[in-house]
């Protein structure tokens, strides 16, 4: 072959290939990533402090749903559900003050994830 010593090796070609392959994956991380670096920090910002992903009905959840919240282990969670079951379901997040253990700074902790039903203030029928 009159070009034979233009010809890659085989492991040339293995090594190039890996690289264009990388090549493709940096530049397609790139151009994905152009949609963070228009934005500013203050757009990440509100981006990261989106509502909560989750809530926990009081009235409906398990003692291990009521131990996702911030502050309540397994022993308080148990709290809550003697409550319920004892004076009924809850009416407003207020009602969680009831519970042995739950204070003004931890009720104003999971209150974000109690559906807004238990947020609202002023719900007719509120008394237990």
């Not at 940096?26 to 670096?37: H, I, N, V």
């Not at 203050?42 to 911030?70: G, I, M």
């Not at 309540?72 to 042995?100: C, H, M, N, W, Y």
Request: hydrophobic share 35%.
């Amino acid at each position: 072959m009159l070009f034979s010593h233009l010809i890659p090796s085989r492991r040339d070609q293995m090594t190039i290939a890996a690289l264009l392959g990388m090549l493709f994956w940096f530049s397609l991380l790139l151009t994905r990533g152009e949609k963070f670096a228009e934005s500013g920090p203050d757009e990440l910002r509100t981006e990261c402090s989106k509502p909560y992903k989750f809530q926990v009905d009081p009235n409906r959840a398990s003692a291990a749903e009521l131990q996702t919240l911030p502050g309540v282990g397994e022993k308080l969670a148990e709290a809550i559900l003697r409550e319920r079951e004892d004076f009924g379901p809850f009416q407003k997040s207020e009602d969680l003050l009831d519970v042995r253990g739950i204070g003004q700074k931890r009720l104003e902790a999971i209150q974000p994830y109690l559906p807004t039903e238990y947020r609202d203030a002023g719900l007719p029928n509120s008394s237990r």
